[in-house]
Nanobody, 124 residues
Framework: QVQLVESGGGLVQAGGSLRLSCAAS????????VGWFRQAPGKEREFVAG????????QYADSVKGRFTISRDNAKIAVYLQMNSLKAEDTAVYYC?????????????????WGQGTQVTVSS
């Protein structure tokens, strides 16, 4: 079982930055593909970014390309989502997810493990 814990959310003004972190309790995320999803009030949860288990590929939603960057630390303990040039429409609860396969998948059902989420609020 992989227990994921997100951190780093908060309140920021439009144009600002935040860095979210995702770590697995008591273990590394080595060889797991890791993704970030978000869910705004009244909307479905959507894919934001993902990094493959081999760290050789990343994938982003069109809405965040050029503003968000996903990365993994060398020890494979944590995965980060650096969010720059934040907009009001980025406001959502952000969830970290992991899957046993190497590849990133954008569909929710492909992910085996989920964190509890961290709130990101961008004021305009």
């Amino acid at each position: 079982q992989v227990q994921l814990v997100e951190s780093g959310g908060g309140l920021v003004q439009a144009g600002g930055s935040l860095r979210l972190s995702c770590a697995a309790s008591g273990r590394t995320l080595r060889s797991y593909a890791v993704g970030w999803f978000r869910q705004a009030p009244g909307k479905e949860r959507e894919f934001v970014a993902g990094i493959s288990g081999s760290d050789t590929s990343t994938q982003y939603a069109d809405s965040v390309k050029g503003r968000f960057t996903i990365s993994r630390d060398n020890a494979k303990i944590a995965v980060y989502l650096q969010m720059n040039s934040l907009k009001a429409e980025d406001t959502a609860v952000y969830y970290c997810a992991a899957r046993s396969g190497i590849a990133v998948q954008t569909s929710l059902g492909a992910w085996n493990y989920w964190g509890q989420g961290t709130q990101v609020t961008v004021s305009s």
